[in-house]
């Protein structure tokens, strides 16, 4: 079974910006979407945003919209997180999801959609 491995994360002061990483580290086949979630200390894990490979549909969590960026390299086999404008509750543990989805499914957004995961990568956003 692949799995997906998750880099890019660290420390860093509020406004500041971070790209994560999302790449296969085995075989991940029939995979044509790939998501972020995040989990804060003490809370549930939660969507943050999708992409479709095919379309290019993307989907995000009303917290991240406007300041958060999901994407992918075709050639890398990578999709990318760029995280702009943060913010001290966009502090958690931040997962990639790989899933084989209907793309004609109304949301993107559900955990259990997603059949392949990363370990997760610490985000902290601190003064």
């Known amino acids: 079974q692949g799995q997906l491995v998750t880099s890019g994360g660290g420390l860093v002061q509020p406004g500041a910006s971070l790209r994560l990483s999302c790449a296969p580290s085995?075989?991940?086949?029939?995979?044509?979407?790939m998501a972020w979630f995040r989990q804060a200390p003490g809370k549930e894990r939660e969507f943050v945003a999708s992409?479709?490979?095919?379309?290019?549909?993307?989907e995000y969590a009303d917290s991240v919209n406007g300041r958060f960026t999901i994407s992918r390299d075709n050639a890398k086999n990578t999709a990318y997180l760029q995280m702009n404008s943060l913010k001290p509750e966009d502090t958690a543990v931040y997962y990639c999801?790989?899933?084989?989805?209907?793309?004609?499914?109304?949301?993107?957004?559900?955990?259990?959609?997603?059949?392949?995961w990363g370990q997760g990568t610490q985000v902290t956003v601190s003064s």
């Open positions: 999801a790989a899933g084989q989805l209907n793309p004609y499914v109304r949301t993107l957004r559900y955990a259990s959609m997603y059949s392949y």
């Open positions: 085995g075989r991940s086949s029939g995979t044509n979407s």
């Open positions: 992409i479709l490979w095919s379309s290019s549909r993307t």
